[in-house]
């Protein structure tokens, strides 16, 4: 089969591959139908590599049929539509059953005391073949892939295996009060989902900040009040200006990685907290909005006892935080990876109907066969011709 498969930094290729097998009598083989590219693949085209191994294929935001099932993998046929969420859990341990499935004890990859494994991400997370690919073997099959109705296109369902948990969990997470003001930091696709769904459910006021004129004028077309932060020096003071002098209710630090845009292996090796060093942070600020900016931009610009809400991946030994301010302002911050699962009962009605609340049928700005998942990695990470999200179709 046809793969996209990890070379070395920068350099992905769509290689022919084996195809995968059942393993285990658990799995399932699914043939990929549609696949998206997200921000955190750009973690592995730049900074992780060295948790990558060349041949590593990538993506994990996979759905498509099922193609073969092994003896124990529950009610799923073969043939049956499913979106594959991006963490593996197996529902049945201490963590699945409190609705913590990105902590899953089951597929916990405990060689590098990490959480539960994740599809093509790195050996840090079980080194598991990814989903930008023609077939995928999915471990965990009695419990992981979301069934989802034949007949409206993939773009209404694929979002299911990492975009709208990961957004909803930040929104969830965040607390805004009914009518309350939410600040999203960052419009990539999480925040810009993030800001849409928490104007669908009851935000009074959605403002976000960032510097791409394309993705702040998607983000006005859902409503949104979004400031470009090339045009204010002092984004906290502006914030308060519009809040009356309080701040935001809740703050959604959406700002991923990827907004680094380079940086040699030392930022990786940070990532993981082998080496904290404060240089990586200078590394970090070539794209404008990086990590740690967007976190002190939350601290500042939160109200007293508001909630800061960090999604994206956080992978670095951050310079120390500023405990005064925080325990001071009666800051709650929340974070982690998306229990998918979890909220798969909230998201679906939100799929099944015709009004499509939360505009996923036009999400995706970009469409391209997986033949040119090269050319797609390096146009999202250039931010160039318009690409917020893009989804491969092998
Ligand atoms: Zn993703
Ligand atoms: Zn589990």
Redesign the pocket.
């Known amino acids: 089969m046809k793969a996209v498969v990890w070379h070395g930094k920068r350099d992905v290729r769509v290689d022919e591959v084996p195809d995968p097998v059942l393993q285990q009598p658990n799995d399932a083989i699914i043939r990929v139908t549609s696949s998206g590219l997200c921000g955190s693949d750009l973690h592995l085209y730049e900074v992780l590599g060295p948790f990558m191994s060349e041949g590593d294929i990538l993506g994990h935001e996979p759905m498509g049929v099922v193609e073969e099932v092994g003896p124990e993998a529950g009610e799923l046929r073969p043939g049956d539509r499913v979106v594959i969420p991006f963490n593996i ?8 059953t409190l609705g913590l ?1 990105s902590q ?4 916990q990859v405990r060689e590098y005391g990490k959480g ?1 494994a994740l599809f093509g991400y790195t050996r840090l997370y079980g080194q598991v073949p990814g989903g930008q690919a023609e077939y995928l073997r999915v471990p965990q099959a009695q419990y992981g892939p979301i069934k989802v109705p034949e007949g409206p296109p993939d773009d209404r369902f694929v979002y299911l295996s990492d975009v709208l948990p990961t957004a909803w969990q930040a929104v969830e997470y965040a607390q805004v009060p009914p009518g309350g003001t939410l600040l999203v930091l960052g419009l990539g696709p999480i925040g810009q989902m993030a800001a849409r769904i928490a104007l669908h459910r009851d935000a009074g006021r959605v403002l976000a900040v960032d510097l791409v004129p394309e993705r702040l004028a998607y983000a006005r077309e859902s409503g949104v009040e979004a400031l470009d932060l090339k045009q204010h020096d002092d984004v906290v003071d502006l914030i308060r200006q519009l809040t009356g002098g309080r701040g935001a209710d809740s703050v959604i630090d959406a700002v991923g990685m990827e907004a680094h845009g380079s940086g040699p292996a030392k930022v990786a090796q940070s990532a993981v907290g082998l080496l904290p060093d404060p240089a990586a942070r200078k590394l970090m600020e070539t794209a404008g909005v990086d990590r740690l900016a967007a976190l002190e931009i939350a601290i500042g610009a939160v109200r007293r006892g508001g909630t800061i809400s960090l999604s994206g991946v956080y992978g670095g030994m951050l310079d120390p935080l500023p405990m005064m301010v925080l325990f001071d302002k009666q800051i709650q911050v929340r974070m982690g990876q998306a229990n998918v699962h979890r909220w798969v009962a909230d998201l679906l009605p939100l799929l099944t109907g015709d009004d499509d609340p939360l505009g996923v049928d036009g999400f995706a700005t970009h469409h391209l066969p997986l033949g040119d998942a090269p050319a797609a990695y390096e146009m999202f990470q250039q931010k160039t011709d318009g690409a917020i999200k893009i989804l491969l179709r092998p």
């Open positions: 859990s197996c529902g049945r341990c201490f963590m699945c499935q899953c004890e089951t597929t539960g």
